[in-house]
């Protein structure tokens, strides 16, 4: 059981290390002063290439839902001084070794405290909602 658990997050680790870049690289143009859509039409560029490969590659069910959260906070987390961004940066970093780690567990924290205010109406038939179980 310990090592399919490992293997789990070894297939995991890539997507989820793709995803903290563009975060990481959403956050800090963000901070900069840069427009969340030109952000995401450039990031779109540097880092989409490749992240439907690794997402398969991970093999977990929650993958997408994990990706539209990161997506998600990225561009609606406040982000305006230094010590937010700090801080968005941190909550970034701690989900995404958690999903590595326990996607199942790391999605459940996600959907009680996601951090970030999502008006969107919830559906259940949106396979990557994150507030979908």
Not at 38 to 48: C, G, S, V
Not at 107 to 126: C, H, K, Q, S, W
């Amino acid at each position: 059981m310990r090592a399919n658990e490992m293997t789990g997050g070894t297939l995991r680790a890539p997507f989820a290390a793709k995803l903290q870049q563009m975060t990481n690289d959403v956050l800090s143009q963000r901070f900069g002063g840069a427009d969340v859509e030109t952000i995401f039409q450039a990031i779109a560029e540097k880092h989409t290439p490749g992240m439907s490969a690794l997402q398969l590659a991970a093999n977990e069910r929650s993958a997408g839902k994990f990706s539209r959260w990161v997506s998600t906070y990225a561009r609606s987390v406040d982000v305006s001084t230094p010590d937010e961004m700090m801080t968005a940066l941190s909550v970034i970093d701690s989900r995404v070794r958690g999903w590595i780690r326990d996607p199942e567990a790391t999605m459940a924290e996600i959907r009680d405290n996601p951090g970030i205010a999502d008006d969107r109406p919830v559906l259940d038939t949106d396979p990557h909602d994150y507030r979908v179980p």
